[in-house]
């Protein structure tokens, strides 16, 4: 299975970025998202390394609600 990883773009120097979730910080490529749609503060989700695709913050909210009741099942 493969999952993507919602982030939230904190530095951005195209092609690269430093991209944080829950604390965690990452260097994330961004070549498959186009330069000029891309800024600091933007969330998206990360695969491999790579950002594949841009999403709203609410987008990335749901998704990491989502992700916590599956580990929170996992875990009990």
């Known amino acids: 299975m493969c999952l993507g990883i919602p982030m939230k773009l904190v530095e951005v120097n195209y092609p690269l ?11 994330v490529y961004l070549q498959l998202i186009p330069e000029d749609q891309i800024k600091p503060g933007d969330y998206v989700i ?8 841009k999403l709203s913050a609410e987008e990335a ?8 009741q599956i580990l929170a099942q996992e875990n009990a």
Request: net charge negative; no cysteine; glycine share 8%.
């Open 17 to 27: 970025a430093i991209a944080e979730a829950k604390g965690v910080k990452r260097e």
């Open 46 to 53: 990360v695969h491999v390394g790579f950002a594949i695709q």
């Open 61 to 68: 909210e749901e998704t990491w609600q989502y992700l916590d």
